[in-house]
């Protein structure tokens, strides 16, 4: 009878061990064997003893275990005591029944392994023929793997979920617990139905977003249907998507599951130099433009949509994302000539964009000379954007003019390099009035060709030069209570105009409603006739203000923040030591919106130094009007001193008493009869303000 190998073995080492533990007590009581034999026994006693203290089952299999040690180190002391070999040679008796016991008992090999305790000389049962198993749905005998047959084994113990049956399992390379699997209903000719996500995820241990089930397209060969369905259990494959994912990975789990719905990565691309991340991403045709929810966007990207790191480019169905390190609001971008030379389509840089790009303006459109609109409140960098604008027109070669309701330093500055320059409401309209002629006088000039035409840059020929006249802080004139009525008319009338003989007006203030003073038909002139800028609204103004421009609500713009430096860290240590806040770095004059397009960009426009002084941004020579323009314009009283008091008979009819004069309370003292060009008294009575009619009703009543 064959017994197992660790018993074999376990035998003839009791054989072997026996003679050396008699002999050597005897032949050399000092030899080292009788040393590791006490060692040995001192060692099973204190198995014993951890036995003994245990509180798991099996005391006494452990007991056993340890027993041979502790008999060999018995034998050993009893044959070290006895005189020779002892009576009746007493020594070899006992090696010989310590091996005898071991071989018997067999303590190492048989309890060492606690659920197997074979009954010694058990005969082996007979083998018996099993019955086939019962046919299964799950099993059939198709000739399937290996692995696809344990997949179905363990799909019918799970209950067959949705009464579906494996027709094939596939492993994933690389992922030990990833499978896909081909499923189809279990009666022929019937739709799968029930089976979820949480089903499959129950039957294989794991989560439900580790499950993808996918209809199953009509192949040669093979059915589909509703009968059918793909499932993938990828648990692996997931993990490792959460912890290091592909970009196109990360993509569509972060940005086009939420922030842009349906978009495609395309590519990352790192400009070190400028120090910006681009991601290009898609979506489909069918879908239309992209869809951006910009505040999601920035928390996916780590930063705050009022950090103004952040911006986002739409070209049909692409779109560009642009991550910035720090805010290019927050740079300077100093201004140069070369900037704001026009190109030969009469472009020039204003400034820049979110993006990185120059953002551009025009001395002239295809319609004729350009106007302009610069909207900004207070401190908001409106006179550094006009002397950009009047630096441009002199350098493209036109005559600029400037007229201001209150003098400050730097419109003083610019007014060195304009052909005119003045302060006040009536400075403006004479300067008005002078437009309003000259549009009449250079209908009437004769080109090369002797024809008169539109004016048109890019014709040759042309008698006069282009003519651009700045209006600053223009609402504040056009409620003045003399001269605004006519400086509201006279501005809509070189708006609607001017253009077709050269002539733009750039007006210049802090709003741009028509509550405010503007007609209706005044800020749709100049906002179809050049490109606006406006700078730093205050968050509660900018839809209204866009509006304004015309801007569909879904194109109006967030406000800007109070301040484009990261906040400092540390405030809750501050806030524990009791120490203030730093201050607020207020950077965001200059910064605000150019409106080309349907849709206006987030630009920070160029920065001129009026300390370090300006003539390096403006050409040496100051244009003027022709000769034949100033002698029309002195013909009809119009071209003088603009800064002389009223002259009389220039804003209506002379008053000779006292009770006439308050007859027209809105007539300047001391002025004369009309003249050519003139506008009536009444016409001075036009309310265009809430100022204006409580002017008004006081007037009337007396008071």
């Known amino acids: 009878m064959s017994v197992p190998r660790s018993v074999a073995l376990e035998r003839t080492l009791y054989t072997v061990a026996a003679p050396v533990l008699a002999a050597a007590p005897n032949l050399s009581p000092d030899s080292p064997v009788n040393t590791v034999v006490q060692l040995a026994g001192a060692a099973g006693v204190g198995g014993w003893v951890l036995a003994y203290k245990s509180d798991e089952p099996g005391t006494g299999r452990k007991f056993l275990r340890w027993s041979p040690l502790v008999l060999a180190a018995a034998v050993d002391v009893a044959a070290k005591s006895t005189p020779g070999w002892g009576p009746w040679c007493m020594d070899a008796l006992l090696a010989a029944g310590w091996a005898a016991a071991g071989m018997l008992v067999m303590p190492f090999s048989r309890h060492t392994r606690r659920h197997h305790r074979p009954a010694l000389a058990t005969p082996a049962p007979a083998p018996q023929l099993q019955p086939s198993p019962a046919p299964s749905p799950a099993q059939p005998n198709d000739g399937a793997d290996h692995f696809t047959r344990q997949v179905r084994q363990l799909w019918e113990n799970r209950g067959m979920p949705a009464r579906t049956i494996v027709v094939k399992a596939t492993p994933h390379d690389g992922m030990p617990n990833d499978l896909s699997l081909l499923l189809r209903a279990s009666e022929a000719g019937r739709p799968i139905t029930g089976l979820t996500e949480e089903a499959v995820a129950a039957a294989f241990e794991v989560d439900a977003t580790d499950v993808r089930i996918d209809e199953v397209p009509r192949q040669h060969g093979r059915g589909g249907g509703p009968g059918w369905r793909e499932v993938h259990v990828t648990p692996d494959a997931n993990e490792r998507r959460r912890k290091a994912p592909t970009a196109d990975e990360w993509w569509a789990d972060r940005i086009a599951a939420g922030p842009v719905p349906g978009s495609e990565f395309v590519k990352e691309v790192r400009d070190k130099e400028r120090k910006v991340t681009h991601y290009i991403a898609q979506v489909p045709d069918e879908m239309g433009e992209p869809r951006v929810n910009l505040h999601a966007l920035a928390a996916v990207l780590r930063t705050k949509y009022d950090e103004g790191r952040l911006f986002v480019t739409i070209d049909g169905n692409k779109v560009l994302i642009s991550l910035w390190d720090t805010s290019p609001l927050a740079q300077v971008f100093p201004a140069t000539r070369e900037l704001l030379t026009p190109d030969k389509d009469g472009r020039w840089v204003t400034g820049y964009l979110g993006n990185g790009q120059p953002a551009r303006n025009r001395v002239y459109t295809g319609r004729g000379a350009a106007h302009g609109l610069f909207v900004a409140p207070s401190g908001g960098g409106k006179t550094q954007l006009m002397a950009l604008h009047v630096a441009a027109d002199a350098l493209f070669g036109a005559v600029v003019m400037l007229a201001t309701e209150a003098p400050d330093e730097k419109t003083a500055a610019l007014g060195k390099h304009t052909a005119r320059y003045g302060v006040g409401a009536l400075y403006m309209i004479r300067l008005l009035r002078a437009l309003d002629a000259l549009m009449e006088i250079r209908g009437e000039m004769p080109w090369e060709d002797g024809q008169v035409h539109d004016w048109d840059p890019s014709l040759p020929g042309c008698p006069y030069r282009m003519l651009s006249a700045y209006l600053d802080e223009f609402l504040s004139a056009a409620r003045n209570g003399d001269y605004g009525a006519e400086i509201m008319d006279l501005a809509e009338r070189v708006s609607v105009k001017g253009r077709k003989y050269g002539i733009g007006i750039k007006v210049a203030g802090q709003s741009i409603y028509v509550q405010d003073g503007f007609t209706q038909l005044l800020c749709e002139n100049l906002r179809e006739n050049c490109i606006p800028v406006v700078l730093k609204v205050a968050p509660k103004k900018v839809t209204d203000m866009f509006k304004a421009l015309g801007i569909p609500p879904e194109h109006i713009p ?80 119009l071209w003088f001193d603009w800064t002389e008091p009223p002259r009389p008979g220039e804003f209506g009819p002379e008053v000779d008493d006292e009770d006439d004069e308050d007859n027209y309370g809105d007539v300047p003292h001391g002025t004369g009869g009309r003249r050519r060009g003139g506008k009536s008294p009444a016409r001075h009575d036009a309310v265009t303000s809430p100022r204006q009619a409580l002017e008004a009703i006081k007037k009337l009543s007396g008071v």
């Open 558 to 637: 967030d406000p800007l923040p109070r301040s484009f430096s990261p906040e400092e860290k540390g405030r809750i240590e501050r806030v524990m030591a009791g120490e203030p806040e730093p201050p607020t770095d207020s950077n965001t004059g200059g910064a605000g919106w150019i409106v080309e397009s349907k849709a206006p960009d987030v630009l920070r426009v160029l920065f001129m130094d009026f300390k370090a002084g300006i003539d390096e941004y403006f050409p040496d020579t100051v244009e003027t009007l022709t000769d034949h323009e100033i002698r029309e314009l002195e013909a009809r009283d």
